[in-house]
């Protein structure tokens, strides 16, 4: 998978059913990263297959990368904004690079920023932010495009635990919409909070895989 | 469409946001037009003066003074069929005492001398070519002509005359500025494209978290790439106003000067007749280099 051929993940079979919470822990330089990595094309296979929906990876070629992109939404735990866009900008910036219609992005951007609880923010720059915030902004751009599929990489990271719990019942929220969320996560605390299905991969192997799962390493 | 405006707004949005290095990469900008402009001007201005120079040089045919008419007529018309030539004047003993008395005071009193003891001078043919280079060449067919036993002597072949040095030297002087010209605006070119090269990568540098971003959300290459390919393009039309803007009241208040204690009247002229062709140039090289080493410096960080 490395140049060093280190090997990340190995031998990881999943499935994940349409409208499931599904939480994935494990310890750092697990595989995690790498999991999401995998799904957003950031890095391929060097053997398996993926596929999400009813698209096939090895299908994909390099120009549709971005289209693959749009239809899954991902949150980071570094938010990974854009510093020079205001908060309303961000969530629109996801739209605007799907081709969307000005007037159909100004319906939508205050809506979703509603969802957040960011419609007070809307016109501040990241900068300007808490954390929560921040995430909850990276959260309202994932979301904007209402995509099937929401993924979110240690989003509760960098925050504080009032905040993570803000940003998990976030996402129980969406995923009660019927959105699938496939959230990583090294805090013990939410996990078995969640009493959600939760895989635990170790060195790169899937070692647990229960239906309500606890955090166990 | 709205992809293709949305790609020119944000490039506009981020120039102003991005204001320290927008003003590094103008400023670069407008230093390569103005040495750019500069360049041209001072080659267009050796290039009038050598073709001045060069227009001013002719080709003497020197006549025997026992020549006739009808050898003379025959001589002309022949010399008037070489390719080459553009035009072939007669010029009368007459004629010639009469330039030389035209031609300076100290001219007028060696033409009474001259009218004293008889006009010594020769009537000649003053042969204009169309290409100073081949002058040699023209003067040896010219040599090699059947009428041409009534010429004693040619301007290009008079050791005393010195002429052929003067030629040659101007014929080699020409065209070296011609090549150096052409190869420094080429050095020039590629410099400008390097300095500005790195000005846009520095600044695309500090964005390439953004590009990261971009692509993570979703964004095409030329989503990405578009913005700053305007912001490119912008330096370039910024860089050339300002460039404009210093250069035309500049060359207005040391006109003068340049034309008094240069001779530069006719490439200033020059200058002012073409002055679209100038400014249109001016943002022309802008925007290419602009555009270009945008595209250039965001290669690597479009690798998916």
Do not use: C
């Given at each position: ?25 494990g310890s750092s ?6 999991l ?20 096939d990876y ?23 904004l ?33 969802l ?24 309202a751009?994932a ?11 240690e989003p509760?990271?960098?925050l504080?635990?009032?905040?993570s ?14 959105t ?20 635990t ?5 899937v070692?647990k ?9 | ?76 018309t ?13 010029v009368?003993?007459?004629?010639a ?24 001078l ?11 280079d ?11 002509l ?8 040619t ?15 101007v ?31 520095m600044?695309i540098?500090t ?9 993570l ?6 989503f ?37 204690k ?43």
């Amino acid at each position: 998978m490395y140049a060093n051929k280190t090997v990340a993940l190995s031998g990881v079979s999943l499935h994940i059913n349409p409208k499931e919470f599904v939480t994935i822990v494990g310890s750092s330089g697990a595989g995690k990263s790498t999991l999401i990595r995998l799904l957003i094309k950031e890095e391929v296979p060097t053997s398996g297959k993926i596929i999400v929906g009813s698209i096939d990876y090895d299908t994909i070629d390099k120009a549709n990368i971005p289209h693959l992109r749009r239809r899954i939404g991902v949150v980071f735990q570094d938010f990974k904004l854009l510093p020079n866009l205001t908060v309303y900008e961000n969530v629109a910036f996801a739209l605007e690079v799907s081709g969307v219609k000005s007037k159909e992005i100004k319906r939508a951007v205050p809506k979703i920023l509603q969802l957040v609880g960011l419609s007070e923010k809307m016109h501040n720059y990241p900068s300007e932010l808490s954390g929560g915030e921040k995430q909850r902004t990276a959260i309202a751009r994932a979301l904007v495009r209402n995509p099937k599929i929401l993924i979110a990489d240690e989003p509760t990271g960098n925050l504080d635990p009032k905040n993570s719990w803000d940003i998990i019942e976030l996402l129980l929220k969406i995923n009660r919409f019927g959105t699938t969320v496939l959230l990583t996560t090294h805090n013990k605390e939410i996990v078995d909070a969640l009493k959600k299905r939760v895989i635990t991969i170790n060195r790169g192997r899937v070692v647990k895989d229960e239906k309500v799962g606890k955090y166990s390493l | 469409m709205t992809t293709f405006l949305r790609i020119w707004r944000t490039g506009f949005k981020n120039i102003f946001r991005n204001a320290w290095l927008s003003t590094a990469a103008t400023a670069i900008m407008v230093i390569t037009i103005l040495i750019m402009t500069f360049f041209a001007f001072s080659t267009i201005f050796v290039r009038t003066q050598l073709a001045q120079v060069r227009g001013k040089i002719d080709l003497s045919i020197f006549l025997s003074d026992d020549a006739t008419q009808k050898q003379i007529q025959d001589l002309q018309t022949k010399i008037n069929g070489i390719n080459n030539v553009s035009a072939v004047t007669f010029v009368s003993k007459g004629d010639a005492l009469k330039k030389l008395e035209n031609s300076s005071a100290e001219g007028k009193k060696l033409a009474k001398s001259a009218e004293d003891i008889g006009n010594p001078l020769p009537a000649s043919f003053e042969v204009k070519l169309v290409n100073i280079d081949s002058i040699g060449q023209i003067n040896s067919t010219i040599r090699s002509l059947e009428e041409a036993k009534i010429i004693t002597d040619t301007s290009f072949d008079n050791r005393d005359d010195n002429r052929r040095g003067v030629v040659e030297n101007v014929i080699s002087i020409s065209n070296s500025v011609s090549k150096i010209g052409l190869i420094l605006s080429v050095l020039f070119l590629i410099i400008a494209l390097l300095i500005i090269f790195n000005t846009i990568r520095m600044a695309i540098f500090t964005r390439r978290e953004e590009v990261e971003i971009m692509k993570l959300v979703g964004a095409t290459k030329w989503f990405v790439r578009g913005p700053f390919l305007v912001e490119g393009t912008l330096y370039g039309v910024f860089g050339a106003l300002i460039s404009l803007a210093i250069i035309i009241p500049f060359t207005r208040a040391v006109s003068p000067f340049l034309t008094s204690k240069l001779g530069a009247g006719p490439t200033l002229d020059y200058f002012a007749s073409h002055f679209f062709l100038l400014a249109g140039g001016m943002f022309a090289i802008g925007i290419f280099i602009g555009v270009v080493s945008s595209w250039l410096a965001l290669i690597r960080y479009l690798k998916v």
